[in-house]
């Protein structure tokens, strides 16, 4: 296995982003609120509204203390607004259960509502800066492309960990930042769809490249269609329910408009049961 680790470090130490929550002070609840929205959002998108939710909720426990209609009606319009509640869930049990402090142990995060293998991961090292693989979509593609030789990412997630493991050095804060630079040059270099090898720092041992960037095929899935989809009418759901004055609408009033209306009362009835929604009396709401 060549080595990887050195060429990443000083690529990354030269081409990082200054992203907000790769400053240290931003703190672990800082880190675990970029990792909710960041999941698939743009980090354009995201900063924005990171800046005012921190500046709004700078603990978990503030969060904690408010209604959860509030944390959906501030997500606005980052999408899959259910990482809203969950994230509001999240803070309600770090504030019972951790004393309010985000907890370090991957298993402690891993218990949390709506925090996954990759989200567990990402806050024990950038935030602690302890030594474990964190593997996201922009890594899974680097590594798919520079050790096996393959033109995207496998469907078996679980075994990218292991090739990440395999790369990381010893160290905790070396290991941390080899993490943020495998990431970060699937997003800014190693992209999906056009590659900008020349200005790759793993140009020389990438194993795609050199057996001459073979089409190996693509097992990854499909996002479905936005337009037309029953997400697109959830989030109309949700904006007429963010805007209302009295923060709750008659349930006829709600997307009249909408082309489909089975489609309509099937995008209601999920976002209630999903908690993202409540009907009594006619009338639908944020959750209370
Ligand atoms: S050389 Fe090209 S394909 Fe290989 S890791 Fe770098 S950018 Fe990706």
Not at 3 to 29: I, M, Y
Not at 70 to 81: F, I, S, T
Request: proline share 7%.
């Amino acid at each position: 296995m060549p080595d990887l680790a050195t060429p990443l470090t000083a690529w990354f130490r030269q081409n990082a982003r200054d992203l907000p929550w790769r400053h240290p002070e931003f703190g672990a609840w800082g880190v675990l609120v970029s990792e909710f929205m960041l999941q698939q959002t743009p980090v354009n998108r995201v900063i924005p509204l990171l800046d005012a939710w921190l500046a709004r909720w700078p603990t978990p426990a503030a969060l904690a203390a408010d209604p959860p209609a509030e944390a959906v009606r501030a997500w606005a319009n980052l999408g899959y607004p259910r990482r809203a509640l969950w994230l509001h869930r999240a803070a309600v049990e770090i504030r019972d259960r951790h004393d309010g402090i985000v907890p370090r142990d991957v298993a402690d995060l891993l218990a949390l509502t709506g925090i996954g293998d990759y989200t567990a991961r990402a806050v024990a090292v950038f935030a602690y800066g302890d030594r474990h693989p964190v593997v996201d979509t922009n890594t899974r593609r680097v590594l798919a492309r520079a050790v096996d030789g393959r033109s995207q990412p496998g469907a078996a997630a679980k075994r990218d960990l292991a090739a990440m493991e395999a790369i990381l050095p010893s160290a905790d804060d070396e290991a941390a930042v080899v993490n943020a630079a495998a990431m970060e040059l699937g997003a800014l270099v190693c992209t999906a769809r056009a590659p900008r090898c020349e200005r790759c720092p793993l140009a020389d041992v990438c194993a795609w490249r050199a057996a001459g960037y073979p089409d190996t095929g693509d097992d990854r899935r499909k996002q479905a269609r936005y337009e037309g989809s029953d997400r697109q009418a959830r989030g109309a759901i949700l904006r007429v329910l963010r805007d209302a004055a009295t923060h709750e609408v008659a349930l006829d009033d709600v997307i009249p408009e909408w082309p489909d209306a089975v489609q309509r009362d099937r995008a209601i009835d999920s976002l209630i049961v999903d908690g993202l929604a409540e009907a009594s009396a006619g009338m639908l709401s944020l959750p209370r």
